[in-house]
């Protein structure tokens, strides 16, 4: 099962937009989940890594 990146970011920012308090939870909650907006948003965006093909090598000539 592959993850929903894109949906959790959304419910994340979500979260953030709830938390308009200035006490110091709502300020340290929004400063944790600052960082796990950019997180998942890194890891939505990260292209999958790709394999190399090997060809096989062309025969050399003598002459």
Not at 5 to 18: D, M, N, P
Not at 20 to 26: F, K, L, M, P, V
């Amino acid at each position: 099962m592959t993850s929903d990146f894109s949906a959790a970011r959304i419910h994340l920012e979500r979260a953030y937009h709830y938390l308009r308090g200035n006490d110091e939870t709502s300020r340290s909650v929004c400063e944790a989940l600052d960082l796990l907006i950019e997180t998942v948003a890194e890891a939505q965006h990260r292209r999958p890594e790709t394999g190399v093909l090997e060809f096989p090598q062309a025969m050399v000539r003598q002459i």
